[in-house]
Every structure is written in C-alpha cells, then in structure tokens.
C-alpha cells in the first residue's frame, strides 16, 4: 500500500501545489483543513481516493491526533497573515506548528516538512516573525530532523501578492504601497512545493531558506507588474509613520464592523515590510536541494493577463502573434 501523508493547510496557497506534486510521486494524500466541503478541487489531482480533503482544527490535540493517526509523514502549511478571531499568530503559528510535531512524533513519524517563513526571529518586533520563530523551535523541538522552509515572498496564479496589486492598478492613477525600498526575492510556488518534497521524501532535512533568481525591491515588483498588464501608474511609496496611523484606523474600523470590513493593512504587517525579505548569505537554499527556481518573468504573464486593459484578447493576440513568429 502506498505511503499516507497528511498535509495540514493542504488546501490552501503552498499546500495545494505539495499536495498535487505529493500525489503525482503516488502518496496517498490527507488534505487537514478547517472547511472540507470548500477543499473538494483538490480531490482530482489523484485516483478516486487518493486524495481526501478531512476537517481539522490546528489549535486542538484530538483534531491534530485524529488525522494524524496512520501517517508516515506530515506537512504543516498553516499560517495567517492578519489574526481574526482565535486565529492568533500565537495560536496558529506557535502553538499549532508546536501541537503538530509533538502529535506526529508521539506517533512514531519521523518526517515533517514545516513551511516558515523569511525573517522568523525570535527577537522581531513583529509578532508574525516572532511566532514563525516560536513555531520553528516548537517544532524541532519534537522532530530534530525535520525540514524547515523559509520562503521569501510566493508567487503563483493563486497569491495574494501580485494578484492584489493588479487589481489595484485598475483604479485610478496612483498605486500606493508601503516600503517601497524593502527587498524582497520572490519565489514561485511550485519551487517551494517540490522542496517540501523532497522532505517528504526522506531526501532532505534542516532548514533551507528559498528565494528566487532575482532581489528586487517592492517598488521595481510593482513596476514589473505593471509592465506585464500593461497599465502606467505612479508607484508611490506611503512613509512608515503615516501607514501604521492608517493601519491603526483599519483596525478600529474593522473591530467597530465586528471584522466585515478587513482592514487592507495591520500594524503588524507595516513592521514586516520595514525589514529585507530576502535569503541569508549563509543559508543554505534550492541549490542545496538539487532545484532551479523559475523566474518572474516566464511566470507573471501566465496569470496577470486578466489584469490587462483588454483582459483575455490580449492573451489572444499575443498567442497569434507566438504562432506566426
């Protein structure tokens, strides 16, 4: 029987690309979220079967252990951007990353492959850094060898990244953002999968730090954005005092609305974006693990078309214009 493999946040962005490549190699594929009736889409990428979306809740010992039971290997891919509710960086990213491993190994797995996070630092000033940080140390804690990844900013036809700020670029001249001059180093999101792989797998353990080809700052991200749908708009950097009073504003009007209006920016994310995301010179990255990560450039137009003025007939026309070349 083939081996059994349960990938906590299997459905979400990361998730769904490991637990596709996961099902190709002919794993048997155990997708943990929160809402399996929305998880269905993943059930095709394997035989009738192969694939199960199952219900599971991060922050509770028997909900983990229930979907653990059996496993020969765990992927946890949970993580939040903005807290909502019990959803805390604390409760999700520490103590959750932390119950998963301790779980797992209790059960006598000795494989995890845990999806972290750039500039996880116990001693960051923001809490999403500070408790990725947590959640890696609760990690090795139980599974020594495990692999750890640390993925700069992911792109992919599903982010929330260049997708977002596309659609911004539909609206009025000015595109604002915040940190302009902060470097990220972009990394697509099947790299980042075939990496976790290769945990999975046994073929690899320790912690890797995964960026691609190119470091760029937010502001020539933007421009080459705006390059690929085709639309000038100014790039203007907001100054860091006057986003965290902006993010301040969300905030209460997100709390006074019960959480139906989100706020577009926290705090939180306004101290993240003050720091360089990019990978460490002394990390060790794809190269290690044998893979050649995929630039930006043969990436972006395969999903930011729809952006475009003319949206698909533009995609048409430039597929004609391939063929007579």
């Known amino acids: 029987m083939s081996k ?8 979400g962005f990361v998730g769904r690309y490991i637990a596709l ?3 190709k190699e002919g794993w048997r594929v155990r997708v943990a979220v929160r809402n399996p009736e929305q998880a269905g889409f993943v059930r095709p990428y394997g035989v009738v079967g192969q694939v199960e979306p199952v219900f599971c809740n991060i922050r509770d010992d028997a909900s983990v252990a229930a979907v653990t039971q059996g496993a020969d290997a765990v992927v946890n891919c949970v993580g939040v951007l903005a807290e909502t509710g019990k959803n805390t960086f604390e409760a999700v990213q520490a103590e959750g990353a932390e119950r998963v491993a301790r779980i797992a190994a209790g059960m006598g797995i000795d494989r995890m492959v845990h999806i972290s996070a750039i500039g996880a630092d116990a001693d960051a000033d923001s809490d999403y850094a500070k408790t990725k940080a947590q959640g890696e140390a609760g990690v090795l ?5 495990a692999m750890i990844l640390r993925p700069s900013i992911v792109f992919g036809a599903e982010d929330e990244f260049f997708n977002r700020f596309a659609g911004m670029s539909r609206f009025g001249p000015i595109l604002p953002v915040v940190g302009a001059d902060t470097k990220f180093q972009p990394v697509h999101v099947d790299d980042v999968a075939a990496a976790a792989v290769k945990g999975v797998n046994g073929d690899a353990s320790g912690v890797f730090e995964l960026g691609g080809p190119e470091v760029k700052t937010f502001c020539e991200l933007m421009q080459d954005m705006l390059a690929v749908v085709r639309r000038r708009r100014l790039v203007l950097n907001v100054p860091f005092f006057v986003a965290k009073i902006m993010a301040s504003l969300f905030g209460i009007g997100q709390f006074l609305t019960a959480g139906i209006v989100k706020a577009p920016i926290t705090k939180d994310q306004v101290i993240n974006l003050a720091v360089d995301n990019v990978v460490s010179d ?5 190269d290690a693990l044998g893979i050649r990560p995929a630039t930006m450039a043969t990436i972006l137009p395969d999903y930011l078309w729809r952006f475009r003025p003319s949206g698909q ?5 430039e597929s004609a214009k391939n063929l007579r070349t």
Not at 313 to 317: C, G
């Open 141 to 145: 804690e139980h599974m020594p060898n």
């Open 313 to 317: 007939y533009d995609a048409i026309k």
């Open 282 to 286: 002394d990390a060790r990255g794809f």
């Open 21 to 23: 490549r996961l099902a």
């Open 4 to 11: 059994l493999v349960t990938i906590f946040g299997g459905s």
